[in-house]
């Protein structure tokens, strides 16, 4: 489920060149990536009922949710993607038989979560503990790789000519580059064991968004340069900006997940 998004549409090609039969769940065809062998027509915000999920699920050995978003944006809301829509496929799987389901949720899922991103994906995720199906949660920290939204905007802090570092930068953060996660989900879609648990994937070491912004600019091959502080107070002005503009990356949830910190 989430076949054309950023680590969808990666998870489909790996399993495909690993000699899957890949099912892709998308709301259009239009766009799937290669490696798929029957697309499964599914949108979250206007779900079909629970038969028709199990019969679109059925004769499959794993059904992986990989359906996130980080802003709403009208009817595509998180109680919508990462609640609703999830549930009712989890129960359609249980339904089928599917022998194993793979949730990629969020490091930071978890209760008295203070984002509804969090909230929301921790809600699907006990849903899904709850059910009688061999079960992952996979719970990603910051997920970096090239076409990444997240890459984009830290390339573009890291490239600039004076790096700007919120609220200091004290932030901790564990990224963890893309192809890290799809191979640990290979593992556990193959894993021979019955699987039930809850297992965070992070990188290597945890970072302040300083050390991550500075490593950063040295692996574009772009020189050392200045850093600027910027005040907290502004930092939260401008998420309450971003707010109320649908395309901005930081708003009142992105700013506070990132003052949170993000590590394993």
Not at 41 to 66: C, F, K, Q, S
Not at 69 to 78: K, M, N, S
Request: with cysteine; hydrophobic share 45%; aromatic share 6%.
């Amino acid at each position: 489920m989430g076949a054309t998004g950023f680590i969808g549409a990666r998870l489909v090609r790996a399993f495909a060149a690993a000699g899957h039969e890949v099912s892709c769940a998308s709301r259009s065809a239009q766009g799937l990536p290669e490696g798929c062998t029957r697309h499964v027509p599914l949108d979250y915000t206007a779900l079909p009922n629970v038969e028709d999920l199990r019969r679109a699920v059925m004769g499959h050995d794993v059904v992986i949710n990989a359906v996130g978003i980080l802003r709403e944006r009208g009817r595509q809301t998180f109680a919508a993607l990462h609640d609703g829509g999830p549930r009712a496929l989890f129960a359609a799987c249980v339904a089928a038989g599917v022998p194993r389901v793979i949730q990629i949720s969020a490091l930071g899922a978890a209760p008295g979560a203070i984002a509804r991103y969090h909230q929301s994906k921790h809600a699907a995720d006990r849903y899904l503990m709850d059910q009688p199906v061999d079960w992952v949660v996979i719970q990603p920290s910051l997920v970096y790789g090239p076409g990444g939204g997240s890459a984009r905007m830290f390339n573009l802090l890291a490239s600039l000519p004076v790096i700007p570092l919120p609220a200091g930068g004290h932030q901790r953060v564990q990224p963890l580059h893309v192809d890290d996660l799809i191979g640990a989900l290979l593992q556990l879609a193959g894993a021979p064991a019955p699987l039930r648990f809850v297992v965070p994937v992070a990188g290597p070491e945890p970072l302040s968004m300083r050390e991550f912004l500075t490593g950063l600019r040295t692996a574009l091959g772009r020189p050392k340069t200045l850093t600027l502080a910027v005040p907290g107070f502004l930092m939260r002005v401008a998420a309450r900006i971003g707010d109320f503009l649908p395309g901005a990356m930081l708003d009142s949830e992105t700013w506070a997940m990132l003052e949170r910190g993000n590590v394993g």
